[in-house]
């Protein structure tokens, strides 16, 4: 099971969550979030779980059945062409949970600025408890 999600733009994926939450998809606290901040021109993506939530079927994101996320992280990147360079950010990690206690847990935003001769790709994955 492919646990990385990759977009080539910000606003497909917007629409797919969207799109799939209208669907009926099983709606819960752990989520990819990304948009586009136009005042600071630039795209952005955070992942937020709460570690005493077992992950359902139908929640999306990648998360798998039957887990508890102890841990997330964000990538965003802007793959350059000749006119403009390349960026990433790296993994932006989360605190890593110790138990699995009611509460938020964000990662840090990663931003990427925006760039309309590169391809702005925003990147996120879990880690679960044993």
């Not at 798998?64 to 360079?85: D, F, H, P, Q, T």
Request: hydrophobic share 30%; with cysteine.
């Amino acid at each position: 099971m492919n646990k990385k999600a990759f977009c080539t733009a910000v606003l497909c994926t917007s629409m797919y969550i969207t799109i799939s939450a209208w669907a009926g998809e099983v709606i819960s606290q752990n989520k990819f979030i990304n948009g586009y901040e136009n005042s600071k021109k630039e795209y952005f993506a955070i992942c937020q779980f709460n570690p005493s939530h077992k992950v359902e079927k139908g929640e999306g994101f990648g998360l798998e059945k039957g887990k508890y996320v102890n841990r997330a992280y964000v990538i965003a990147r802007s793959e350059g062409s000749k006119l403009c360079n390349s960026f990433s950010t790296g993994r932006m990690w989360s605190k890593t949970a110790k138990n699995k206690e009611n509460k938020l847990i964000q990662t840090p935003e990663a931003r990427v600025a925006r760039c309309w001769t590169c391809k702005q790709r925003l990147n996120y994955d879990w880690r679960y408890f044993k």
